[in-house]
């Protein structure tokens, strides 16, 4: 088992009459991307605030490497933090140039990288333009750029995709998946779910402050027992046949011509697939769509399914 | 490191946004014409020109500094947060001592150099235009290291605002207050209080320590104390007996209303949620 590099134990945090966060336990893996999918104000950047010791907690405690990071022992442990938050501000009147200096010093890193990242962020152009004159997507790119400064073990990007353009979407994704590649600890809060959920190794789904469920996608499956569904393409004519035949194993079904889409439990899937292997050649072609993190989401939040 | 990483910081915004080149025209230009118009009139009489721009330069400083102070300071806490740049800043391995202290010590830079170009400015212009007592520069030095350590207390109290509310336009308010209180109100109400009560409760030692509650007049008795020179020029400028204290003590307390402040800020900001 990797090492726990953060932790939050029992934690409960309330703002005058707001609860924010409560009763939440979680811990990230050291080299594990981790998913914190919920709406907004679901309480997830509370946690990772609570995480950064901006707030504190009004129940349970908050660690990282150890220690609380509201003290001072907190503090060190930012040396190995990357934070990108929710809609990143900078002041506009230095350079993009300028401010990486300025956080690189924070963090007691060698400026010497600076250029490089912002070239691997993609705005190695701009860097000596005010911050006032960039988009909102190169600002998120700076953002991204400071949080890599020292090579950060842990990074926490809240909501990083927000209200930026596909390609730059996109560009967020692939740094994900580099840092991931490399070993690094990351934490992404989100609600792209679709986009995300193949991108990390565990998930954890907040919905008003509670945690629903934690876990690798696997496990919150089988938790969760959302539907499977099977989607089979029958012979003209034999639909009724096939129909009856796996009567027995399915919820509903929809028909759309030759395709049927059956709605089956986990538990009943190999006997829904046995009972369609035995209709032979009345069937043309199988499809399983497993249960993806959209359909577990709202299967736990208790929202409509969204449509097929 | 950091701190001085956060000042440096604080110092080169104000150097881009011009935040100093502003306050050192304006500084240069009131201390310039105080300086050439209001000395003319002492050559006639013989009296150290220096010594003259020394009154009225203070006289001027108490009303402009702290303004330019407050003005600075307000917005370091409170701004960062509403522009939401104080939470990356905070995610950053930085106590919040530090935060106080870099911010505090960038800006004090900021109104230093105004303050040691500017009425540079007006005694080089009196020097190029003829002689000086020496003991003058000297009373001219102290009352510049003065204003700066004024405008610090004033940057202090700036800060302290700015940690205390939670909107901007409230610690705007807060330093408009602070400024009418020390600056205008303060000594008015105790004259008042004076005229009131025709010496029946308030002694002599109590009005120099009641004085001394407030950066302005500690700074206003040190200044027309500094020389003999200067505190014939400066007559009957205001309440209280400069000689009461020795100039040590009034430096003293500028250092307190600079450090209070500020330790107060610290102990605020630390409890505060981002």
Known sequence: MSAIIAQWRQVTKRYREVMAVENVSLRLQAGETTALVGHNGAGKTTLIKLLLGLVRPSAGSVSIDGANPAGRRGVRARHSIGFLPENVAFHGAMTGRELMAFYARLKGAAARRNDELLARVGIADAARRRVATYSKGMRQRLGIAQALIGEPRLLLFDEPTSGLDPQSRQDVYETIDRLRAEGATVLVSTHALAEIENRVDRVAIMHRGRLLAAGTLAELREGVRADVRIRAKVKPGTRAKVLAAVAAHTRSVESVERTLTLHVSAEAKMPALHALAQCGEQIEDIDIVMPGLESLYNHLTGAPAPPT | ?274
């Not at chain 2, 939401?84 to 230093?112: D, F």
């Not at chain 2, 209080?193 to 409760?201: E, P, S, T």
Request: aromatic share 8%; net charge positive.
């Open chain 2, 1 to 274: 490191m950091k701190t001085i990483a956060l000042a440096l910081q604080e110092l080169h915004i104000g150097l881009r946004n011009r935040w100093v080149l502003a306050t050192t025209v304006v500084m240069a230009t009131l201390a310039l014409s105080l300086a050439l118009l209001g000395a003319a009139p002492t050559g006639a009489v013989k009296a150290d020109p220096l010594a003259v721009v020394v009154v009225s330069l203070a006289s001027l400083t108490i009303f402009l500094v702290p303004l330019i102070a407050l003005l600075l300071s307000f917005d370091a806490i409170v701004g960062e947060q509403e522009r939401g740049t104080l939470m990356l800043l905070l995610a950053y391995p930085v106590s919040r001592w530090q935060v106080i202290v870099g911010k505090g010590l960038g800006q004090i830079a900021i109104l230093a150099i105004a303050t040691v170009l500017g009425y540079g400015a007006a005694a080089a212009a009196l020097w190029l235009r003829g002689d000086i007592a020496p003991g003058a520069w000297r009373a001219f030095g102290a009352m510049v290291l003065t204003s700066v350590m004024l405008g610090a207390s004033f940057v202090a109290i700036g800060c302290l605002a700015s940690t205390l509310v939670r909107e901007r336009a409230t610690a705007a308010g807060l330093a408009v207050g602070a400024w009418l209180l020390f600056v205008l109100l303060y000594d008015t109400a105790l004259l008042g209080i004076l005229v009131a009560d025709q010496g029946r409760f308030v002694s002599k030692a109590l009005l120099d320590a009641l004085l001394l509650l407030n950066p302005t007049d500690a700074y206003r008795l040190f200044n027309m104390t500094a020389t003999e020179s200067v505190s014939i020029y400066a007559g009957l400028a205001g309440p209280g007996d400069p000689k009461a204290l020795p100039p040590a003590a009034y430096i003293a307390v500028l250092a307190a209303w600079i450090v209070a402040p500020f330790g107060v800020a610290i102990g605020v900001f630390r409890r505060r949620a981002i």
